[in-house]
């Protein structure tokens, strides 16, 4: 896939579970969608990050909560048109 991904038209079990997942565990801003897990899911995000031609990223993330850092891995889809497509379809994070 390339950078624009049509949300708003579900047309491969794909797109719908990348709906479901980004639901789960994405934020949105007005460009971009970003996925970040735990660094002990970093297979899991590295195989769906492989699937869609995007780059993983390594960050270490300070939880406000408990002041504690941990490692994270994701990655993101930073295109306005894919993130419109998620907000057609009521995504409002």
């Known amino acids: 896939m390339n950078d624009y991904i049509d949300f708003s038209i579900i047309d491969s079990e794909l ?23 735990s660094l002990k899911d970093n297979e899991y995000i590295e195989k769906i990050a492989n699937i869609i031609n995007k780059k993983v990223f390594y960050k270490d993330v300070n939880d406000k909560k408990t002041g504690k850092i941990y490692k994270a891995v994701g990655f993101n889809i930073c295109n306005k048109k894919s993130v419109n497509s998620l907000r057609k379809i009521g995504f409002i994070l």
């Open 15 to 37: 797109k719908a579970y990348l709906i479901g997942f980004f639901y789960a565990d994405a934020t949105l801003t007005d460009y971009c969608i970003t996925v970040r897990l």
